[in-house]
């Protein structure tokens, strides 16, 4: 089974413009969850989607935004990009949603906001 | 969710058991334990979950302690390739938290 997918892998963009990153879940997955990666915070989540609706979200402000299309594709959105927004951007795929479920993760998306 | 403590880094001789604690002493009766190890700028990787019973598999063994306060993830044989930094989180209302993880380093 091919894993997790991720485009684009690596994103260069200038403050204030906004991004959009593409996951694509492991076959017969249907949750998608969203990370943040850096240095100074480590890995924090972002929001999971479960059959198109938004289950959970973590402490991120507005201008990260998500949604989760009916073949359990996912994309994230960050709108008015801040040099603190530079991250590793982890997805990870779970056959359902609940607690007891395994997440597998992709490669990231690093961006780079200049 | 309950809040993990790991040793910030720990090393190891190639070709001896690496077992790396975890504290866990708020944990819930319903939360699991899992694990994930990240090599540099990769995605982690899962590696083994478990929620009251010891667990094994191809790549780790977990024990958690009878009261579920805290685990040890053993991998038997190192190798240079598990040089990693190893994640233990405790899943219960779906908002997993990461904590900074161990940094595993095998030596030759």
């Known amino acids: 089974k091919a894993g997790v997918t991720q485009t684009p892998r690596y994103l260069i963009k200038t403050r204030g413009q906004q991004v959009t990153l593409s996951c694509s879940p492991i076959s017969g997955h249907r949750s998608v969850s969203w990370y943040q990666q850096t240095p100074g915070q480590g890995l924090q989540f972002l929001f999971e989607y479960f059959s198109e609706t938004q289950r959970n979200k973590g402490n991120f402000p507005g201008r990260f935004s998500g949604r989760q299309f009916s073949n359990s594709r996912s994309e994230m959105n960050v709108s008015t990009l801040e040099l603190g927004d530079s991250a590793l951007y982890l997805c990870?795929?779970?056959?359902?949603?609940?607690?007891?479920?395994?997440?597998?993760f992709g490669p990231g998306t690093r961006l780079l906001v200049l | 969710d309950a809040k993990t403590t790991q040793p910030p880094s720990m090393d190891c001789a190639e070709g001896r058991a690496a077992n790396l604690p975890c504290n866990h002493s708020?944990?819930?009766?319903?939360?699991?334990v899992y694990w994930y190890r990240q090599i540099h700028s990769q995605g982690p990787q899962y590696i083994i979950h478990?929620?009251?019973n010891n667990e094994t598999n191809e790549m780790a063994s977990l024990i958690i302690t009878e009261d579920r306060k805290s685990s040890t993830l053993i991998l038997p044989h190192a190798t240079l390739r598990d040089t990693a930094v190893y994640y233990c989180?405790?899943?219960?209302?779906?908002?997993?938290?990461f904590g900074r993880g161990t940094s595993l380093i095998v030596h030759p």
């Open positions: 989180i405790v899943r219960g209302s779906y908002i997993p938290t």
């Open positions: 478990g929620l009251k």
């Open positions: 990870a795929s779970s056959g359902e949603h609940g607690m007891g479920e395994t997440q597998y």
């Open positions: 708020t944990i819930s009766g319903n939360e699991y």
